[in-house]
């Protein structure tokens, strides 16, 4: 597992190097419940700064390189700048200065090998399925909904046949 302070530090000098102006950064945190998020900053109401990061980046099990996990720090420090809470010009410009003069891949989005590692940390896990009656097509669901508590008033969207639930 990468230790999230020695990062921080490493990243947060080489912003300040090229000049950036990043706010007030109160605390780095280690997120262990994002499923979908890499990293987050939010802005307190004392002016101050928070930024999160997901736990899959800091390891290396799952994440092998570190050129994600310092991605996605820069990209949430840059977050602290003036102006900089979305993805504006002045957001992508520092992004773009950070890119160049590190070579680093900051985006707006995450890339698809991120996403990749996202998913592979956290699988989907399916609790319910319908089952057509007539056809026999599944319809997996995460969690309960309407369809799942009352089957009958759903029909299938392939051959219009009843539905039953089960639990996985």
Not at 12 to 20: H, N, T
Not at 112 to 141: D, R
């Amino acid at each position: 597992m990468r230790d999230l302070h020695t990062y921080t530090e490493i990243c947060l000098k080489e912003v300040e190097a090229v000049g950036i102006p990043h706010g007030d950064i109160s605390e780095f945190t280690i997120n262990t419940r994002a499923k979908t998020r890499l990293g987050q900053c939010k802005k307190l109401p004392n002016g101050k700064y928070t930024i999160s990061i997901s736990n899959v980046l800091l390891d290396e099990s799952l994440c092998p390189d570190d050129k994600s996990l310092k991605d996605t720090i820069i990209h949430e420090i840059l977050h602290s700048c003036k102006d900089c809470m979305n993805h504006g010009k002045k957001w992508k410009w520092y992004a773009g200065l950070m890119n160049r003069k590190y070579g680093y891949s900051i985006s707006r989005c995450a890339s698809s090998a991120e996403s990749i590692i996202m998913k592979q940390a956290n699988p989907t896990v399916y609790k319910h399925k319908l089952i057509c009656t007539k056809c026999g097509h599944v319809y997996l669901k995460q969690r309960m909904c309407a369809a799942v508590k009352n089957p009958s008033c759903y029909s299938c969207g392939y051959c219009n046949g009843t539905l039953r639930a089960e639990s996985i």
